[in-house]
């Protein structure tokens, strides 16, 4: 069954960036959907982006477009989500899942433990 784990989180001013990391353990996730979600302090969480099987990349929030991006790493296993022009809105915990198919379709039920970013001055 596969492992996730974020890393890569931490405290940031506004505008700046980080990159996110989701390293996968007891399964390859070279053909499988990552999605990246994030949840703030007292809101639901919501989907960011996710990268395809095939590395196609949708988009589900479009405060993200222009600034964060998502890529893939077969030889280690691990998605990223790189982050730049953060802002003060964008403090959350930052999840990466996965459900072990292709398409970004279907339910992901594969979750790591969160990240968290802060951005604050």
């Known amino acids: 069954q596969v492992q996730l784990v974020e890393s890569g989180g931490g405290l940031v001013q506004p505008g700046g960036s980080l990159r996110l990391s989701c390293a996968a353990s007891?399964?390859?996730?070279?053909?499988?959907?990552i999605g990246w979600y994030r949840q703030a302090r007292g809101k639901e969480r919501e989907r960011i982006l996710c990268?395809?099987?095939?590395?196609?990349?949708?988009y589900y929030k479009d405060s993200a477009k222009g600034r964060f991006t998502i890529s893939r790493d077969s030889a280690k296993n691990t998605v990223y989500l790189q982050m730049n022009g953060l802002k003060a809105e964008d403090t959350a915990v930052y999840y990466c899942?996965?459900?072990?198919?292709?398409?970004?379709?279907?339910?992901?039920?594969?979750w790591g433990e969160g990240t968290a970013v802060t951005v604050s001055p």
């Open positions: 899942a996965t459900g072990g198919f292709s398409s970004c379709d279907y339910i992901m039920d594969h």
């Open positions: 007891g399964e390859p996730l070279d053909q499988s959907a």
């Open positions: 990268i395809s099987g095939t590395n196609d990349i949708r």
